[in-house]
């Protein structure tokens, strides 16, 4: 078997021997086509990987890193140097600072390519002017590749005096670029799209391809790419999910367990006509290496644990807050104006689900055609990141699960201590406009509270006689919850009494692993306005 990588430098996946999902089709129909593209894409998803690709074929040429790959055979272009700048590397809150650095790589650059006629400037804006301009005297083209873009500025994003400094500048120095002759390519890449640089300006010559379906799936991986380039893995998987060698794996298994992991991990959509979805590269990566190493297949949340909060939603998070309700019903839609995904200003006053999309959070679930759009969370990994985030800022960091004894209520508390924990989880919502009004909405709100204490817990589980509401397990107790949602005391009797004969007769929570202690509860919300509790429960 090839190994797995998650290296954002194409060259050691050639020299590593590491399994590289082949899209250089995408990037020959980009290069035919396009001389001056920017590319928005969440983190760890692989737009760092393909500006590296890109910048491997122009300056290095098709042998030997690409053989085997679809363009090895049609890319017939010359060499050029490739000037590189990753901003994530540079200052970001000392302009002064970051001029002077840049200053020096692009008077670097020139030396190492021997740019006759250079003059460094005293500004960044000058130098690149200067070296743009002695290249074309000699007739000389060279590509650039800047990544992350917008670093400095999602950086800055609670300082406007800082912030403004930087985008004035970058305002400046892309425009500096503008229909130079001696560029011969231009990728740029970033998080956000934000209308108050340049680069999106009307007159501007760089292309946005960020939503263009012609490239929607260039970075991220396809079903059909998975089973493809993966499917060593793929089987391994299966065996252990099966319990079987990996010779009796069936294709059942197999679409089996990519169905598994297009619950987690699939469902990113950047096609403007909302036809084409991705996987998280990243998450499709870690969780093959995961499985190796450990044995066993384990759907983790690594997308957001690789590095947590995206910075820009930290740095947002600290003057803004996020309505844990607007997003705890795992299939809702949210319709914002189309006008405001495509256009956005300025992260000052980007609209809050725009920026939510942008980093990862949520995505296209519809297409662009018309004035309103909608979006959503495109799967279970971000499902539960998403509601542990929002659970730690709903709850102001007052997660508790201890009683007056010290004891863990979740761990080893008895259904009393349980009760009043749920209690106490509802009635830490505001009562005015209160938000509680399903089943659904009960279910998401503990899974939120519980989550956010570091619980292992999953919503809406199947089983093979039904669909258990909540699950949470630890390491010696797996409790079963089946809520009901009822208006009145008469309406709560009943339901308690139609919850506990649902656990009985589809044997909720008998599935492996086996734990020491199998805790199942029926428990009834009571949504009359006067009382607003848990009012019915029982242990079945």
């Not at 400046?172 to 108050?196: C, M, N, P, Q, S």
Request: charged content about 25%.
């Amino acid at each position: 078997m090839r190994k797995l990588g998650n290296s954002e430098s194409f060259e050691k996946f050639y020299l590593n021997n590491q399994i590289y999902v082949d899209k250089t089709e995408y990037i020959y129909n980009l290069l035919e086509t396009e001389e001056r593209v920017f590319i928005s894409r969440p983190r760890r998803f692989g737009k760092s990987l393909t500006l590296d690709t890109i910048g491997t074929l122009f300056g290095k040429g098709v042998d030997p890193y690409f053989k085997g790959t679809w363009i090895y055979d049609k890319w017939k272009d010359t060499t050029y140097p490739v000037f590189r700048l990753n901003l994530i590397e540079y200052p970001k809150s000392d302009l002064t600072e970051f001029k002077r650095r840049l200053i020096k790589d692009i008077s670097n650059f020139a030396r190492l390519n021997k740019v006759e006629n250079y003059v460094e400037d005293e500004s960044p804006t000058g130098s690149l002017k200067s070296l743009l301009e002695s290249l074309a005297m000699k007739g000389r083209m060279i590509v650039i590749l800047i990544d992350e873009y917008d670093c400095q500025l999602t950086a800055n994003i609670n300082d406007k005096e800082v912030y403004d400094s930087f985008q004035e500048f970058l305002r400046e120095f892309y425009g500096t670029i503008k229909g130079k002759f001696a560029i011969k390519f231009l990728g740029i890449t970033g998080v956000t799209r934000l209308k108050d640089v340049s680069i999106f300006s009307v007159g501007s010559d760089i292309t946005d391809i960020t939503n263009d379906s012609s490239f929607s799936q260039m970075i991220g991986f396809t079903r059909d790419e998975i089973k493809k380039y993966y499917i060593d893995y793929l089987k391994l998987a299966a065996s252990y999910e099966n319990n079987c060698s990996v010779d009796d794996v069936t294709d059942d298994m197999l679409e089996s367990m990519l169905d598994m992991m297009a619950q987690n991990y699939d469902g990113y959509c950047f096609d403007e006509d909302y036809e084409k979805k991705v996987f998280c590269t990243w998450s499709v990566n870690t969780f093959f290496q995961t499985m190796v190493r450990k044995k066993k297949v384990q759907f983790g949340e690594y997308w957001y644990y690789n590095g947590g909060l995206p910075s820009i939603l930290v740095n947002y998070l600290k003057t803004h807050k996020l309505n844990l309700f607007d997003y705890l019903e795992k299939g809702k839609f949210i319709p914002i104006a189309t006008n405001d995904f495509k256009n956005p200003t300025s992260l000052t006053s980007i609209n809050q689900n725009v920026l939510m999309c942008q980093t990862g959070y949520l995505t296209l679930r519809s297409n662009l055609k018309y004035s309103e759009m909608l979006l959503g969370i495109p799967n279970g990994e971000i499902y539960k990141a998403l509601t542990s985030l929002l659970a730690a800022k709903f709850f102001e960091g007052k997660i508790k699960v201890f009683n007056k004894k010290g004891i863990n209520i979740i761990e080893e508390g008895s259904i009393d201590d349980i009760d009043s924990l749920l209690n106490t989880i509802v009635n830490s919502v505001p009562y005015d406009n209160y938000p509680i009004t399903s089943e659904a909405m009960v279910q998401c709100l503990i899974m939120a509270y519980l989550r956010g204490a570091g619980f292992d817990v999953l919503s809406e589980v199947h089983e093979a006689k039904g669909r258990a509401d909540l699950i949470v397990n630890t390491d010696n107790r797996r409790i079963v919850f089946e809520f009901k949602y009822a208006q009145n005391e008469t309406e709560a009797k009943a339901k308690l009494s139609e919850a506990v004969e649902q656990i009985k007769t589809r044997d909720y929570g008998n599935i492996l692993p086996k734990k020491n202690e199998l805790l199942r509860i029926a428990a009834v919300f009571n949504a009359d306005p006067k009382v607003r509790a848990f009012t019915e429960y029982q242990q079945v």
